[in-house]
């Protein structure tokens, strides 16, 4: 199981679920700076139609390509079905940003084979390892 560091520095594409339109809110700014720093972002909304210059799924199972990270800005009673969605699309990890906390996405990522991160910031993670892809 690779810790938080790992799973990020491996990582170059990131699906975050729940992304937002609302610069105010952290599930803007978060993905925002982390694309910044080099990751491509995949934002997954049901909502919006482009987002940080990317189009939009509206859940991981939509995306196309593989993805090596699932990034979750949703509340954690919505957690399960986003790990459930990311072991169907085959993603080798979620993380469940800060605040957010599952034991049942916790069981299910687990018993499927997944990194899994909780209740942790990707862009504090970012910072404190200084990683970058740019």
């Known amino acids: 199981m690779r810790d938080a560091q790992q799973l990020l520095a491996d ?10 339109r609302d ?8 993905p925002l700076q982390i694309q910044r720093h080099g990751w491509r972002i995949i ?4 909502h919006a ?14 995306i196309p390509f ?4 699932v990034n979750v800005f949703r509340p ?5 079905d986003v790990v459930r969605d990311a072991i169907a ?17 916790r069981k299910l990522a687990t ?6 991160v909780e209740n942790r910031c990707i862009a504090v993670e970012r910072a404190v390892g200084n990683l970058s892809r740019a």
């Open 11 to 20: 990582a170059r594409v990131i699906a975050v679920v729940g992304a937002s």
């Open 23 to 30: 610069p105010r809110k952290a599930a803007h700014s978060v």
């Open 43 to 46: 934002p997954v909304n049901p």
């Open 49 to 62: 139609d482009e987002l940080f210059g990317e189009p939009v799924y509206r859940s991981v199972a939509e």
């Open 66 to 69: 593989p993805v090596d990270l």
């Open 76 to 80: 954690a009673h919505d957690a399960p």
């Open 89 to 105: 699309a085959g993603a080798p990890a979620v993380w469940l940003q800060l605040g957010i906390v599952s034991d049942e996405a």
């Open 111 to 116: 018993d499927a084979g997944l990194d899994y």
